[in-house]
């Protein structure tokens, strides 16, 4: 990604990690500010689900699987596909606005309830939300 973005440095601290195991993806969604996911296409995005168990705002494009997890303006941000302006308007918002991050972030958490039921990775999601605070969803 970094060669086709281009991008060495900038403001926000952004970071292409690459592949990551399944044992250390909790620790990053607890270390997240965000999720963006600027897929094409995407059906049921389990980064989506993951990323509300871990109490992250969304932006994405609006996609099928998007749009069945973010609600605009609620948890997250949805853009059409391709409309890079309004997706990187959107990080920048939820990197420098805390207190719009964190309500969002927890809308997402809310969100989140309606799936611990389901049979998800919860191995996964036990140790995200482990890892979490109160004070983390406030």
Not at 8 to 35: E, K, M, N, V, W
Not at 44 to 51: F, K, N, P, Q, S
Not at 115 to 133: A, N, P, R, V
Request: charged fraction near 20%.
């Amino acid at each position: 990604l970094e060669g086709v973005t281009g991008v060495q440095t900038c403001a926000l601290p952004i970071c292409f990690l690459g592949a990551i195991s399944p044992q250390a993806l909790s620790d990053y969604y607890c270390q997240a500010t965000l999720l963006l996911l600027t897929s094409k296409q995407e059906g049921w995005g389990r980064v989506l689900i993951e990323a509300i168990f871990a109490g992250l705002p969304i932006v994405a494009t609006e996609t099928l699987g998007a749009k069945a997890i973010v609600k605009n303006n609620e948890n997250g941000f949805l853009h059409p596909i391709d409309d890079v302006e309004a997706l990187s308007s959107s990080v920048i918002k939820l990197c420098f606005d805390k207190d719009l991050n964190n309500k969002m972030g927890y809308e997402s958490y809310k969100i989140s309830k309606i799936y611990q039921s389901q049979k998800l990775d919860h191995e996964l999601i036990e140790s995200i939300l482990s890892k979490l605070t109160t004070k983390d969803l406030k």
